[in-house]
């Protein structure tokens, strides 16, 4: 069975920086879509970095570019979200999807398997 698992959310003051990690097991990590989310009550969940792992770029939210930085360990079956400069509308619950196998990473409805979430709060 399919499980991620997320962890390295907290609180921040404004410019300042957290790294989430997702561990991921159950599943093949090759030929899969893997990508962190966030969701704020009351939105819609979004995409804020997904790439294709076997292979292919990553690629970013505009409004996390140049900021948060998506890198994954093979070995580990695991993805990381390096966040830099983080201001108050980062705040949200930020999750990790898979799709699995990968078919089109850009959709956010093929992601099927997910995370329990962790928060991230940052303050002014």
């Known amino acids: 069975q399919a499980q991620l698992v997320e962890s390295g959310g907290g609180s921040v003051q404004a410019g300042g920086s957290l790294r989430l990690a997702c561990v991921t097991s159950?599943?093949?990590?090759?030929?899969?879509?893997m990508g962190w989310f966030r969701q704020v009550a009351g939105k819609k969940r979004e995409v804020v970095a997904r790439?294709?792992?076997?292979?292919?770029?990553?690629t970013y939210a505009d409004s996390v570019k140049d900021r948060f930085t998506f890198s994954q360990d093979d070995a580990k079956a695991t993805i990381y979200l390096q966040m830099d400069s983080l201001e108050p509308d980062d705040t949200a619950m930020y999750y990790c999807?898979?799709?699995?196998?990968?078919?089109?990473?850009?959709?956010?409805?093929?992601?099927?398997?997910w995370g329990q979430g962790t928060q991230v709060t940052v303050s002014a």
């Open positions: 999807g898979a799709q699995v196998p990968a078919a089109n990473c850009a959709h956010v409805s093929l992601y099927h398997h």
């Open positions: 790439v294709y792992t076997s292979g292919g770029s990553v």
């Open positions: 159950g599943f093949s990590f090759r030929n899969t879509c």
